[in-house]
């Protein structure tokens, strides 16, 4: 597995070579004054007023609350509002988006109003591989992956593929026991095919896969799951809507990551949106090329 060291980490004058953002449960309303709403919008004003040339912003799903038309308008709104300096956003689809109603009906309006071409697929960014997961049933909760859907992401992440160079993964729902709100105990993983999900990551030790769901907040444990040689590195994206604590309540407040790759390495820096600043205990980092997890230097 890769290196990986999740004590707070030294800022240097090092220029990285890319950088873009995770956000992920916006929730988006039919009410424009809904706190969801502004929260989605103070985001993408965070993004725009505090990075430089970024590649992206990967969204990590349920960006409706109930997956109507309406809620889509209202997101694509306010995207319009804010997309002088806007990165392109890309997204996974979540439960919220699809479960309410229809499976074809609902995925339908996911892929209209997203842009995306489906539940699943996958973007070549700057010579980075981006790569988002998606249920193909409307499951109230979890996802289901197909077998032709693992099949996709094997190949898709030996393609071009080198140890040196990290791929990123992103899947709404996160696997059992590995990042916060995922423990069995605390009952939001998600993923019918877990297992063989968790396989086909571990054949691939150069990906990095980005999480949400669960709404844990990023000072929570767990928010970042090093593999223990069994899986990828993977990370709890938090929340714009709301946020959610290890003491299982809710929790007011909006999260996310902005994500920069070195040649040797990549930042994962947690952002809280609501107060424009950064979250000092959830700042990561991810050395390449990955070694051997018990080879690993950790703080």
């Known amino acids: 597995m890769s290196t990986t060291n999740h004590s707070n980490f030294a800022e240097s004058n090092e220029q990285p070579l890319a950088v873009f953002q995770v956000i992920t449960d916006t929730h988006v309303t039919t009410d424009p004054d809904h706190e969801y709403n502004h929260n989605f919008d103070r985001a993408l004003k965070d ?28 997101l694509n709104s306010i995207v319009e509002a804010n997309k002088d300096g806007l990165p392109v956003i890309r997204y996974a689809v979540g439960n919220h988006d699809i479960a309410f109603g ?7 309006n996911y892929t209209n109003y997203s842009g995306m071409t489906g539940a699943y697929h996958d973007h070549w960014i700057e010579g980075y591989h981006f790569i988002f997961l998606g249920t193909e049933k409307g499951l109230e909760k979890f996802c289901h992956l197909s077998k032709e859907q693992l099949d996709w992401l094997d190949k898709k992440l030996g393609e071009d593929a080198s140890e040196d160079r990290p791929v990123f993964v992103f899947l709404h729902q996160p696997l059992l026991d590995t990042v916060a709100g995922s423990l069995k105990a605390q009952d939001w993983f998600g993923v019918v095919q877990d297992t063989e999900l968790k396989l086909v ?12 769901h669960t709404h844990w907040q990023l000072e929570a444990g767990h928010t970042m799951f090093d593999g223990r040689g069994e899986t990828a590195t993977m990370f709890n994206a938090a929340s714009v809507a709301y946020l959610w604590t290890d003491a299982d309540a809710h929790l007011t407040g909006s999260q996310g990551y902005y994500v920069e790759i070195y040649a040797d390495k990549v930042l994962v820096k947690g952002r809280d949106f609501t107060t424009s600043s950064w979250v000092e205990s959830a700042q990561f980092q991810v050395n390449y090329p990955p070694i051997p997890l018990n080879d690993s230097s950790t703080k």
């Open 47 to 74: 993004i725009v007023a505090h990075t430089n040339g970024s590649i992206g912003i990967m969204h990590v799903g349920d960006l409706t609350d109930h997956g109507f038309i309406e809620e889509y308008e209202h």
């Open 102 to 108: 229809i499976w074809e009906s609902r995925l339908g």
């Open 201 to 212: 990551l571990k054949k691939h030790p150069q990906a990095i896969m980005f999480s949400g």
